[in-house]
């Protein structure tokens, strides 16, 4: 069992950054592919970015070149680095955590508000 905490969020202008953190309780080793999602109002949630064990990246076409994921295990923590920020990024922020072979392992935070507005 793995239960995830973000933190890091709040009301920033647009233009600004912010960094959201994801400490993991448990071990988040390269067994697992970690991810942050948003869900803005009104939407479905969407995949923000992921990096696997071996620190593969993948990101969103809206976040490409603003957003950067990364991780440290030994500190079982996940960090999304958002710069840029524009009104669109307005979102509850999630993070994920799926193991890469039990697909049943799959565990997510309570989520983070991120609000971009001036």
């Known amino acids: 069992q793995v239960q995830l905490v973000e933190s890091g969020g709040g009301l920033v202008q647009p233009g600004g950054s912010l960094r959201l953190s994801c400490a993991a309780s448990?071990?988040?080793?390269?067994?697992?592919?970690m991810g942050w999602y948003r869900q803005a109002p009104g939407k479905q949630r969407e995949l923000v970015a992921s990096?696997?064990?071996?620190?593969?990246?993948n990101y969103a076409d809206s976040v490409k070149g603003r957003f950067t994921i990364s991780r440290d295990n030994a500190k079982n923590t996940v960090y999304l680095q958002m710069n840029s920020l524009k009104p669109e990024d307005t979102a509850v922020y999630y993070c994920?955590?799926?193991?890469?072979?039990?697909?049943?392992?799959?565990?997510w935070g309570q989520g983070t508000q991120v609000t971009v507005s001036s």
């Open positions: 994920r955590a799926n193991h890469v072979i039990i697909a049943t392992m799959t565990y």
């Open positions: 448990g071990s988040i080793s390269s067994i697992y592919t």
């Open positions: 990096i696997t064990g071996g620190g593969s990246t």
